[in-house]
């Protein structure tokens, strides 16, 4: 099993250039979710999915779009980078035990 | 509001020197508390989840307690591989489960 793969690994964007953040998990988890990490601070939830055709905000949703159109993808669209989104970005997924279940991150810098 | 304190925020022990580490919260309802393991450039692995206080759980030098008010990472006589961030996050009630609101961490390092 792969588990939760996350691409890119490393990104480096322009102010105002969008892209987007790949997550893909094989485990057929239907609970996925978007962090992002900054020094000096916790994991903060910006998006996540209770199931494919459903998403909600988390704590900092701003700039971010997401969609769930199949239970393995994920992906995690910056329509529009600003600096402030500069930051290491973790996509984790969770079936119906306990566990959290993170990819290897990306880390995003917008200059 | 609902907040996650650790502390320390770094530890450096001595390889077989015992110590434990802190994890606070003030939340409005408490489902479970989950502590997880970072290493430099990769995502939290899991370690436990307590769901309720005098909750214990253990896992090779790893022990983890839970009281009303905060919850313990103990480590007994740790090694250098134990080296890591350690991570506390919480739970709620009335959220989707996987939901967490985690702590800044705790960066532990274990020297020969």
Same mark, same amino acid.
């Given at each position: 099993? *792969? &588990?939760? @793969?996350?691409?890119?690994?490393?990104?480096?964007?322009?102010?105002?250039?969008?892209? $987007?953040?790949?997550?893909?998990?094989?485990?057929?988890?239907?609970?996925?979710?978007?962090?992002?990490?900054?020094?000096?601070?916790?994991?903060?939830?910006?998006?996540?999915?209770?199931? *494919? &055709?459903? @998403?909600?905000?988390?704590?900092?949703?701003?700039?971010?779009?997401?969609?769930?159109? $199949?239970?393995?993808?994920?992906?995690?669209?910056?329509?529009?980078?600003?600096?402030?989104?500069?930051?290491?970005?973790?996509?984790?997924?969770?079936?119906?035990?306990?566990?959290?279940?993170? &990819?290897?991150?990306?880390?995003?810098?917008?200059? | 509001?609902?907040?996650?304190?650790?502390?320390?925020?770094?530890?450096?022990?001595?390889?077989?020197?015992?110590?434990?580490?802190?994890?606070?919260?003030?939340?409005?309802?408490?489902?479970?508390?989950?502590?997880?393991?970072?290493?430099?450039?990769?995502?939290?692995?899991?370690?436990?989840?307590?769901?309720?206080?005098?909750?214990?759980?253990?896992?090779?030098?790893?022990?983890?307690?839970?009281?009303?008010?905060?919850?313990?990472?103990?480590?007994?006589?740790?090694?250098?591989?134990?080296?890591?961030?350690?991570?506390?996050?919480?739970?709620?009630?009335?959220?989707?489960?996987?939901?967490?609101?985690?702590?800044?961490?705790?960066?532990?390092?274990?020297?020969?």
């Amino acid at each position: 099993n *792969a &588990g939760v @793969t996350q691409t890119p690994k490393f990104q480096v964007l322009k102010t105002g250039q969008s892209m $987007t953040l790949q997550c893909a998990q094989d485990m057929n988890h239907e609970y996925m979710s978007w962090y992002r990490q900054d020094p000096g601070m916790g994991l903060r939830l910006i998006h996540y999915s209770v199931g *494919a &055709g459903i @998403t909600d905000q988390g704590e900092v949703p701003n700039g971010y779009n997401v969609s769930r159109s $199949t239970t393995e993808d994920f992906p995690l669209r910056l329509l529009s980078a600003a600096p402030s989104q500069t930051s290491v970005y973790f996509c984790a997924s969770k079936g119906i035990g306990e566990k959290l279940f993170f &990819g290897s991150g990306t880390q995003l810098s917008v200059l | 509001e609902d907040q996650v304190t650790q502390s320390p925020e770094a530890l450096r022990l001595q390889e077989g020197e015992s110590s434990s580490l802190n994890c606070s919260y003030t939340v409005s309802g408490l489902r479970g508390l989950f502590w997880y393991r970072q290493d430099p450039g990769k995502g939290p692995e899991f370690l436990f989840t307590l769901y309720s206080a005098g909750e214990e759980k253990e896992k090779e030098r790893l022990k983890a307690t839970l009281t009303k008010k905060e919850s313990f990472l103990h480590i007994t006589a740790p090694k250098p591989e134990d080296s890591a961030t350690y991570l506390c996050a919480v739970q709620l009630y009335g959220g989707s489960q996987g939901n967490l609101i985690f702590g800044k961490g705790t960066k532990l390092s274990v020297k020969p």
